[in-house]
């Protein structure tokens, strides 16, 4: 995976080498529930947990075959541990989860690793408020619970995204961050900004996988650069930050050598080839839908390599603003935000109000909710072209 993505060294090896003694201890004596477990990063941070053998790791996700796919490939990697390992195939919103922390809840480390990521969930204000319902509600409801268990320290990722937002994804994990602030006077919280996961699922790069196996031709944006890192290093970043973090810290992958912008299109042209098939670049996708029955044959591959003109792109990624105080000498590789407790509670609780009054009604438009997240974050730019990913091959 690594020379796919423009390098070929990890990212974190010198800090998880340096700090490996200090991590298994503290994970070996203490109890851990992880929210989100069976996306991508949540399976990532879930195996950097458990091959550290804590006394208690309970996982939760709404996706059930996820879960059953992290359980075999533990078993397949790691085996077994002597502490208490449990799967909850649980909705964080419902009832049924409820029940279950009032019958346990007890956790040194709650990790939150739950969210709607995608850019395209704006495209519609249903979606759209799902996703406000997951990326910021859930998160405050899980970290009250967490305070009222007397968990020592609440972990939840954000994304770079979240510095100067452009997408109302990106907007809501920084108006997550401005919950997490609040809560940050009665619970230790961090939490972590980083670049996209490496064919994490639902990606485009794990997209690419999906179009070689159903023998689909492979499009991409080429004028888009972003930085990458694999799944196992998103993991790693997430642990670092829970277990290291001070109070109100976001950790981010430092920018180096190893770590800098590709394409997707760059991407998608060393991935054909290492599969042993040279790209044979179309005008229009008619054309390489149609040419993708004939050219596999030849050892060639079509592919759209087109301008991206959808709603809420990002013409660069940041991990953070102008005005953000950092810290870049604690870690080799990691650098940290660091906060002071600040935070306007006026317009938290206006947004919250805003938010249960568009529910009450049964009806709200996604320019209600685009006023409302320019309320909370002045500088919010929002990029609306009126088009989106999902009318794209």
């Not at 029940?99 to 480390?109: L, S």
């Not at 809560?183 to 996988?209: K, Q």
């Not at 492979?218 to 290291?244: H, W």
Request: overall charge neutral.
């Amino acid at each position: 995976m690594l020379p796919l993505i423009g390098r070929t060294e990890k990212l974190f090896i010198n800090d998880m080498i340096l700090y490996e003694k200090k991590l298994n201890d503290v994970i070996a004596n203490s109890s851990f529930l992880v929210l989100g477990a069976a996306g991508s990063i949540g399976q990532a941070v879930t195996k950097e947990i458990f091959k550290r053998k804590p006394k208690k790791l309970h996982v939760v996700d709404i996706s059930e075959n996820n879960m059953v796919e992290m359980v075999r490939d533990i078993r397949s990697s790691f085996g077994y541990i002597d502490g208490d390992f449990q799967t909850y195939a649980l909705d964080i919103g419902s009832i049924e989860y409820d029940a279950f922390i009032k019958a346990d809840g007890k956790y040194d480390y709650v990790l939150n690793l739950s969210a709607l990521k995608h850019v395209r969930s704006e495209k519609d204000p249903f979606t759209l408020m799902r996703m406000i319902d997951v990326n910021i509600f859930n998160t405050d409801k899980t970290i009250r619970q967490s305070i009222k268990n007397g968990t020592k320290k609440y972990f939840c990722v954000s994304t770079d995204k979240a510095a100067n937002p452009v997408n109302m994804m990106g907007a809501s994990k920084r108006i997550m961050e401005m919950f997490l602030m609040k809560h940050s006077e009665n619970i230790s919280i961090s939490t972590a900004r980083f670049a996209n996961v490496a064919f994490s699922d639902g990606s485009l790069l794990h997209g690419f996988n999906q179009r070689i196996q159903k023998h689909q031709p492979i499009a991409a944006p080429n004028d888009i650069k972003r930085y990458f890192v694999t799944p196992q290093e998103s993991g790693e970043l997430c642990l670092m930050s829970c277990i290291f973090g001070d109070n109100r810290d976001i950790f981010f992958p430092k920018l180096s050598k190893a770590l800098h912008l590709v394409s997707f299109a760059d991407i998608a042209v060393k991935y054909l080839k290492q599969l042993g098939y040279q790209p044979h670049l179309c005008e229009s996708e008619d054309e390489a839908r149609k040419l993708v029955k004939t050219l596999p044959e030849q050892g060639k591959w079509p592919c759209l390599f087109s301008a991206s003109d959808t709603t809420g792109e990002k013409d660069f990624e940041e991990f953070f603003t102008h005005n953000e105080t950092l810290d870049m000498t604690r870690f080799e590789s990691l650098g940290i935000i660091k906060n002071d407790l600040i935070y306007d509670a006026d317009k938290i609780t206006m947004f919250k109000r805003e938010i249960k009054e568009m529910r009450k009604t049964m009806c709200w438009d996604k320019e209600q909710i685009v006023s409302l997240f320019h309320q909370m974050i002045p500088n919010f730019r929002h990029l609306e072209t009126k088009k989106y990913l999902d009318g794209k091959m």
